[in-house]
């Protein structure tokens, strides 16, 4: 619900914060005091046109902050979760508007647009007055409270979602057709050269090791040769009989043959020691090395074969040759894709058959819900408008049929149309009703739809324009009722309507120096009486009047 409001530099209000609570609130007052400056200031926090004429004279910019506390389970907190926006279960609406024209919107502190501002403030609060917010006029509007009073919503998400799985998978085949030769060509085309790379059955790394095995086998020759030389100059015939094993134990037996060597001469011998060892162990090496390599021109044939082939293949497809098994991977996984049912034109035909069979079938089922819930709507409407003194007014509820057949909401529109006088043709709404019908129209939608309406502020702007008597009385009491199943705030200038409330505001204009200002103050139960006693007989309270005050504010309370 609404629960404050905070005004500032906006039209006759230098500063003003109003809090507001559950049930009926009314605020009345004198013509001209600001009782409709609140509704005002509410659709600028909603997201209104901007007017730098709505700053006060001699200010700089107005600001409008508009509080609600909103339950966990409503449309306007999800739509909160969904953009970022929630504040644990609290809704700040704020906006400002400078001299300069410019206008800037805040959803809980962080900057918002006009779009978001609207769309949230429709989850929110519903106003009804003869210019701005007639929610009423929109058939969209119109659908959701018929929806809303058939208890359609579960229905409404299996359309919905069987709706967008039809629509998709039309999509889905709609483009297949448009592309199925250049699919066609494109299998094809994977196909072979899937079918290339398979053949060649290249492994991860075997391109390094064929590389290397190459080169082991082109040099064969050359490695033997050059290996059995190093043999022969550590321990073999050299011609200059200079071969490394024999001359290191001789210079070790040299040097050991000296009598009381030195420091330096016994690490030389230590080191010749220790040389003499390693090259043992490279003889070892070496001659395991070299039984491994032996000449295989048919090895070699083969391996030089196999990596032409996959060079080849890598510059045909512009990869590196050791990189052909992650492609043929994927060649093959774009194949099965492009193979697989979804991508077949018969199967998504029958799939497409079979959604839209299941979306008929829901979509059908909503329809007559629809039109068994329209006539009861209307009736109960009707029985609404004989007491709103509108007895020859006449409400219907026309499905029409939508042309395409399909839609996420149903097979059909929903609008109210309306006739305010006997024999005249019903019509749409705003071609018929004035702006005070189109409020005791609203006023008797909503009484009916209060029990299952998601938007839990109701305001009514002189919902009670041209009626009197036993119907204020009537008016009174419906907005009371509507307030004790939420909240309703509703500009009044009848004394009827006003004792009804459980929540009176009074809206005064006071003279400044340079300017009026004008405030709203809360009424107790004896400035009540006062303000009901002045509705009912002006300026001057008698006795009589402040005895009927007192008697219409007890009635409302008994009745």
Same mark, same amino acid.
């Given at each position: 619900?609404?629960?404050?409001?905070?005004?500032?530099? @906006?039209?006759?209000?230098?500063?003003?914060?109003?809090?507001?609570?559950?049930?009926?609130?009314?605020?009345?007052?004198?013509?001209?005091?600001?009782?409709?400056?609140?509704?005002?200031?509410?659709?600028?926090?909603?997201?209104?046109?901007?007017?730098?004429?709505?700053?006060?004279?001699?200010?700089?910019?107005?600001?409008?902050?508009?509080? @609600?506390?909103?339950?966990?389970?409503?449309?306007?907190?999800?739509?909160?979760?969904?953009?970022?926006?929630?504040? =644990?279960?609290?809704?700040?609406?704020?906006?400002?508007?400078?001299?300069?024209?410019?206008?800037?919107?805040?959803?809980?502190? *962080?900057?918002?647009?006009?779009?978001?501002?609207?769309?949230?403030?429709?989850?929110?609060?519903?106003?009804?007055? *003869?210019?701005?917010?007639?929610?009423?006029?929109?058939?969209?509007?119109?659908?959701?409270?018929?929806?809303?009073?058939?208890?359609?919503?579960?229905?409404?998400?299996? %359309?919905?979602?069987?709706?967008?799985?039809?629509?998709?998978?039309?999509?889905?085949?709609?483009?297949?057709?448009?592309?199925?030769?250049?699919?066609?060509?494109?299998?094809?085309?994977?196909?072979?050269?899937?079918?290339?790379?398979? &053949?060649?059955?290249?492994?991860?790394?075997? /391109?390094?090791?064929?590389?290397?095995?190459?080169?082991?086998?082109?040099?064969?020759?050359?490695?033997?040769?050059?290996?059995?030389?190093?043999?022969?100059?550590?321990?073999?015939? =050299?011609?200059? *009989?200079?071969? %490394?094993?024999?001359?290191?134990?001789?210079?070790? !037996?040299?040097?050991?043959?000296?009598?009381?060597?030195?420091?330096?001469?016994?690490? $030389?011998?230590?080191?010749?020691?220790? $040389?003499?060892?390693?090259?043992?162990?490279?003889?070892?090496?070496?001659?395991?090395?070299?039984?491994?390599?032996?000449?295989?021109?048919?090895?070699?044939?083969?391996?030089?074969?196999?990596?032409?082939?996959?060079?080849?293949?890598?510059?045909?497809?512009?990869?590196?040759?050791?990189?052909?098994?992650?492609?043929?991977?994927?060649?093959?996984?774009?194949?099965?894709?492009?193979?697989?049912?979804?991508?077949?034109?018969?199967?998504?035909?029958?799939?497409?058959?079979?959604?839209?069979?299941?979306? !008929?079938?829901?979509?059908?089922?909503?329809?007559?819900?629809?039109?068994?819930?329209?006539?009861?709507?209307?009736?109960?409407?009707?029985?609404?408008? !004989?007491?709103? #003194?509108?007895?020859?007014?006449?409400?219907?509820?026309?499905?029409?049929?939508? #042309?395409?057949?399909?839609?996420?909401?149903?097979?059909?529109?929903?609008?109210?149309?309306?006739?305010?006088?006997?024999?005249?043709?019903?019509?749409?709404?705003?071609?018929?009703?004035?702006?005070?019908?189109?409020?005791?129209?609203?006023?008797?939608?909503?009484?009916?739809?209060?029990?299952?309406?998601?938007?839990?502020?109701?305001?009514?702007?002189?919902?009670?324009?041209? /009626?009197?008597?036993?119907?204020?009385?009537?008016?009174?009491?419906?907005?009371? &009722?509507?307030?004790?199943?939420?909240?309703?705030?509703?500009?009044?200038?009848?004394?009827?309507?006003?004792?009804? =409330?459980?929540?009176?505001?009074?809206?005064?204009?006071?003279?400044?120096?340079?300017?009026?200002?004008?405030?709203?103050?809360?009424?107790?139960?004896? !400035?009540?009486?006062?303000?009901? =006693?002045?509705?009912?007989?002006?300026?001057?309270?008698?006795?009589?009047?402040?005895?009927?005050?007192?008697?219409?504010?007890?009635?409302?309370?008994?009745?």
């Amino acid at each position: 619900m609404l629960t404050a409001l905070t005004i500032k530099q @906006f039209t006759l209000v230098e500063s003003m914060d109003v809090e507001f609570s559950s049930g009926l609130t009314t605020i009345t007052g004198e013509t001209g005091a600001g009782k409709s400056l609140v509704l005002d200031a509410l659709g600028l926090a909603l997201g209104d046109r901007g007017d730098t004429d709505r700053i006060r004279l001699g200010a700089e910019r107005a600001e409008v902050c508009a509080s @609600f506390a909103v339950s966990t389970d409503s449309p306007a907190s999800q739509w909160l979760t969904d953009n970022d926006l929630d504040s =644990a279960g609290d809704c700040l609406l704020r906006r400002i508007l400078t001299r300069d024209g410019r206008s800037r919107g805040y959803i809980n502190g *962080q900057p918002a647009t006009m779009t978001q501002l609207r769309t949230l403030g429709v989850m929110l609060i519903d106003i009804h007055h *003869q210019h701005e917010h007639q929610s009423l006029l929109a058939k969209e509007h119109q659908r959701t409270l018929l929806d809303e009073f058939g208890g359609h919503q579960k229905l409404l998400k299996q %359309v919905a979602e069987d709706y967008k799985s039809w629509h998709l998978a039309q999509t889905r085949l709609a483009d297949i057709e448009q592309r199925a030769d250049e699919t066609l060509a494109r299998k094809d085309l994977l196909t072979f050269q899937s079918q290339e790379l398979i &053949e060649l059955d290249l492994q991860a790394g075997e /391109i390094e090791a064929l590389e290397q095995e190459q080169s082991l086998l082109a040099n064969a020759d050359t490695i033997l040769f050059d290996s059995h030389q190093v043999l022969a100059l550590c321990d073999g015939e =050299a011609p200059s *009989q200079l071969t %490394v094993l024999p001359a290191l134990s001789r210079a070790s !037996q040299l040097l050991s043959a000296i009598d009381q060597p030195g420091p330096a001469l016994k690490e $030389a011998l230590s080191l010749l020691d220790s $040389a003499h060892i390693q090259v043992e162990e490279a003889l070892g090496e070496l001659q395991t090395y070299i039984a491994q390599v032996e000449p295989d021109p048919a090895r070699l044939q083969r391996v030089e074969d196999r990596l032409s082939s996959a060079y080849q293949l890598a510059r045909k497809h512009k990869v590196k040759a050791n990189e052909l098994p992650e492609l043929c991977a994927q060649l093959r996984t774009e194949l099965v894709s492009l193979c697989a049912d979804d991508n077949d034109v018969d199967a998504l035909t029958e799939r497409l058959k079979a959604l839209a069979a299941s979306y !008929q079938s829901q979509a059908k089922k909503l329809s007559a819900s629809r039109k068994k819930a329209a006539k009861q709507f209307e009736q109960k409407i009707n029985q609404q408008l !004989q007491a709103l #003194a509108m007895a020859d007014a006449s409400l219907q509820i026309a499905l029409t049929p939508l #042309a395409g057949n399909y839609s996420q909401k149903g097979l059909e529109s929903v609008e109210l149309l309306i006739s305010t006088n006997p024999g005249q043709a019903h019509r749409s709404l705003n071609k018929v009703a004035s702006g005070g019908e189109l409020s005791r129209v609203s006023l008797a939608i909503q009484v009916v739809a209060a029990h299952n309406s998601t938007i839990p502020v109701l305001v009514f702007d002189e919902v009670d324009v041209g /009626i009197g008597g036993a119907t204020a009385e009537t008016v009174g009491k419906l907005l009371r &009722e509507l307030g004790d199943h939420g909240q309703v705030i509703c500009i009044s200038h009848l004394p009827q309507v006003a004792s009804c =409330a459980h929540h009176h505001l009074l809206a005064k204009k006071q003279k400044g120096e340079t300017s009026n200002q004008s405030h709203l103050v809360a009424l107790d139960a004896k !400035q009540r009486i006062a303000e009901i =006693a002045r509705m009912l007989g002006g300026e001057k309270i008698t006795a009589k009047t402040r005895s009927h005050a007192e008697e219409m504010l007890g009635a409302a309370v008994t009745g």
